[in-house]
Structures are given as C-alpha cells and as structure tokens.
C-alpha cells in the first residue's frame, strides 16, 4: 500500500488509522471540517470532494457522529424529530455516499486497492434486539445500502476493489465519551490496528460486504 487517503482524519478512529498507515510508510492524505474545513453536510461537499486527487490504494471514510446538533440518540420512537433524523442522513449516509460518487477517480481501476466506510453494528437490522437509536440506526443502515450499492457498481470498473463497511467496535473516542457507562471499549489506537488487520487481507470477492473489526461478517 502506498497511498491512503482518510476523510474524517481528525477523528478518534480516523486520526489514529493515519498515525498507523504513516508509521508503515504509506503516503496518507488526510482530510477534515475542522483541518480543511470540509463538511460532508455543506452545499460545496460534492464539488470539494471532485477536487481531490487519486488515485489510493485505500480511502477510509472515518468521519460521523452519533449526537448532532445537540439531538441525543432516541430513547424511544417518541423522541424522533425530523431534522434529527435528517441530520442523521446527512452525515452518516449522505456523507459517505458523495466519497462513494468519487470512488471511480479516487481507486485504481487496475490493482488492489480498498475503500472502507465506518458504519456500525447498531446499523446492522438483522442484529437489532435493543430498539432505541432509531436515527442514528437507520442513517448506518442506509450507507450499509449505499456501500452495497456502490460495491456492485465499482466492479464492472475496477474489479481489483473491494468496497466494504466496518464495524470498528466500541472505541474510546469523542464520539462514545459520554454514551460509554461501564461497556467495554477499546483505545483508538488498538481500534486502528484492528482495522488495518482486516483490511490488509480484504480480497475483491469480499466487495459489497459488512464486517466487524475482528473481521467477522456482520449480518445486514
Ligand atoms: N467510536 C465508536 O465506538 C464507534 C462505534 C461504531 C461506529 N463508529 C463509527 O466510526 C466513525 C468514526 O467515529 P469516531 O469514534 O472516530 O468519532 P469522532 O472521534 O467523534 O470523529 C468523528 C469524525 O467525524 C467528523 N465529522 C463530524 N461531522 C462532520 C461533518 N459534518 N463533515 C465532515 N466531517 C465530520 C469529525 O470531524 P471534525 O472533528 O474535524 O469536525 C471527526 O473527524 C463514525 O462513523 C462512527 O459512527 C464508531
């Protein structure tokens, strides 16, 4: 690997998968609203994403959140308010999907080459017992939809690339700070490394495909 580009580079996980790919010598880009000023909600998201310059060998797409706007995740479905919801959209499924509209100038068309998107198991529908965090949920539930989409399409163009979301388990970043309690989490560095270890070995019959950080497949 020898260029990586980290949307979301300013971020627990994100900051830490562009420490680790810089440490193995690997060329990161790494892009973010509060670095670059880009936000994957503002009208000029697509243009600046079209601006920027390929071809990586992997793109992670590391940015999202769970509280926008100062909307905690619902309790309940009596919580829901529509812009939460739609906040929700546009960060974490929105977001990823203009990277995604990027992906045939942003991955080789020859060559391996990965395109990883942080979604999260809580998107995933088959494993939902708890209810609650209905936003938040169904917005991870769509980009697993879009990156499933995307994966099919990239294909036919660039056959080498495997286009995958990944759960990166319960990490210590801002984004858990105040949703941990006593549940287990690990530091982003580990989270990083963990990662890293899954992709390494993604192939491009894995395209199209939800796995967690140990590398297990996580139903849809
Ligand atoms: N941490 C966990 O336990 C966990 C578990 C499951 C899934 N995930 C997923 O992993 C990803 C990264 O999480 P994290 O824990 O690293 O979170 P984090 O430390 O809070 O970082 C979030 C990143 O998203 C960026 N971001 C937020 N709003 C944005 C916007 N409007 N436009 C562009 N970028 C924006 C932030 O950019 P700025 O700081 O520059 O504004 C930051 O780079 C998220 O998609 C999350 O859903 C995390």
Same mark, same amino acid.
């Given at each position: @690997?020898?260029?990586?580009?980290?949307?979301?580079? *300013?971020?627990?996980?994100?900051?830490?998968?562009?420490?680790?790919?810089?440490? =193995?010598?690997?060329?990161?880009?790494? $892009?973010? =609203?509060? !670095?670059?000023?880009?936000? $994957?909600?503002?009208?000029?998201?697509?243009?600046?994403?079209?601006?920027?310059?390929?071809?990586?060998? $992997?793109?992670?797409?590391? +940015?999202?959140?769970?509280?926008?706007?100062? !909307?905690?995740?619902?309790?309940?479905? =009596? !919580?829901?308010?529509?812009?939460? @919801? /739609?906040?929700?959209?546009? /960060?974490?499924?929105?977001?990823?999907?203009?990277?995604?509209?990027?992906?045939?100038?942003?991955?080789?068309?020859?060559?391996?080459?990965? $395109?990883?998107?942080?979604?999260?198991?809580?998107? *995933?529908?088959?494993?939902?017992?708890?209810?609650?965090?209905? +936003?938040?949920?169904?917005?991870?539930?769509?980009?697993?939809?879009?990156?499933?989409?995307?994966?099919?399409? /990239?294909?036919? *163009?660039?056959?080498?690339?495997?286009?995958?979301?990944?759960?990166?388990?319960?990490?210590?970043?801002?984004?858990?700070?105040?949703?941990?309690?006593?549940?287990?989490?690990?530091?982003?560095?580990?989270?990083?490394?963990?990662?890293?270890?899954?992709?390494?070995?993604?192939?491009?019959?894995?395209?199209? =495909?939800?796995?967690?950080?140990?590398?297990?497949?996580?139903?849809?």
């Amino acid at each position: @690997m020898d260029r990586a580009l980290i949307i979301g580079a *300013s971020g627990g996980i994100g900051s830490a998968l562009a420490t680790a790919l810089g440490a =193995r010598g690997v060329a990161v880009t790494g $892009l973010s =609203r509060s !670095a670059d000023g880009l936000d $994957l909600t503002a009208p000029d998201a697509a243009d600046r994403l079209a601006g920027i310059d390929g071809p990586f060998d $992997l793109v992670v797409v590391a +940015s999202g959140a769970l509280e926008i706007g100062g !909307a905690a995740p619902e309790k309940t479905l =009596r !919580a829901v308010t529509a812009q939460a @919801m /739609l906040d929700q959209f546009a /960060l974490n499924a929105v977001g990823p999907a203009l990277v995604l509209g990027q992906a045939h100038r942003l991955l080789p068309r020859r060559g391996r080459s990965v $395109l990883a998107v942080l979604s999260a198991r809580v998107g *995933s529908i088959g494993d939902n017992r708890l209810g609650g965090w209905v +936003s938040y949920r169904a917005a991870k539930a769509a980009v697993n939809q879009i990156v499933h989409t995307a994966a099919i399409e /990239l294909a036919r *163009s660039h056959p080498d690339a495997a286009v995958v979301a990944l759960h990166p388990g319960t990490v210590q970043t801002a984004f858990t700070a105040k949703y941990l309690g006593r549940h287990p989490a690990v530091p982003a560095a580990e989270a990083a490394a963990n990662l890293l270890a899954v992709i390494d070995v993604l192939t491009p019959e894995q395209t199209g =495909r939800f796995y967690d950080w140990a590398g297990k497949e996580v139903p849809w």
